[in-house]
Antibody
């Protein structure tokens, strides 16, 4: 079964850091680009970041550039998102997605809450 | 990276057809044939409905079709069913990353 499982979310104060992880199974992780997408409570989907299969291409939304870092470990079938200098507006459910012919596989998401 | 423009809501009766528009720019929708559409029920994970402008993943009913003209993409739901009531988001490649639409709530009367 193709599956993505996120973890690492939680409650953090403004200015703090969190590292999200996403473990992939059921497909060849190392040949696919991967993306992070977030959704604030009651709001729409927002693309956050993408990393190509071998890590050679990395892209960020302007809203997180310089604060978030995407990475991957193909040997561990794991995608990461290091989030620093967190802001209240970063509060959202963060989804890990497989980027092949659209965002074809989504994890269940992990919730990040940034609050004083 | 402004969000793509979608109507906030669309309403139709069972059996009717509804079309959702998704307007971008020459830098996203108009530049690439990489528009996708996602369906999301409240509290649930989004699901891919259309990829590469008009491709339909296996398992997606053929009632869902899509197209693109210039800077605007379209999703059409034919033979509307009660189960189609959900939020729908378009998404376009931007030359590196992606940009989503604001989302459209489809209501089935």
């Amino acid at each position: 079964e193709v599956q993505l499982v996120e973890s690492g979310g939680g409650l953090v104060q403004p200015g703090g850091s969190l590292r999200l992880s996403c473990v992939a199974s059921g497909f060849t992780f190392s040949i696919h680009s991967m993306d992070w997408v977030r959704q604030a409570p009651g709001k729409g989907l927002v693309w956050v970041s993408r990393i190509k299969s071998d890590g050679s291409g990395i892209y960020y939304a302007d809203s997180v550039k310089g604060r978030f870092t995407i990475s991957r470990d193909n040997a561990k079938n794991t995608l990461y998102l290091q989030m620093n200098s967190l802001r209240v507006e970063d509060t959202a459910v963060y989804y890990c997605t497989k980027d092949y012919q659209g965002l074809s596989v989504w994890g269940k998401g992990t919730t990040v809450t940034v609050s004083p | 990276q402004s969000a793509l423009t979608q109507p906030r809501s669309v309403t139709g009766s069972p059996g009717q057809s509804v079309t959702i528009s998704c307007t971008g720019t020459n830098n996203d929708v108009g530049a690439y044939n990489y528009v996708s559409w996602y369906q999301q029920y409240p509290g649930k994970v989004p699901q891919l409905m259309i990829y590469d402008v008009s491709g339909r993943p296996s398992g997606v009913p053929d009632r869902f079709s899509a197209s693109k003209s210039g800077n605007t993409a379209y999703l059409t739901i034919s033979g509307l069913q009660a189960e189609d009531e959900a939020d729908y988001y378009c998404c376009s490649y931007t030359g590196g990353g992606l940009v989503f639409g604001e989302g459209t709530k489809v209501t089935v009367l």
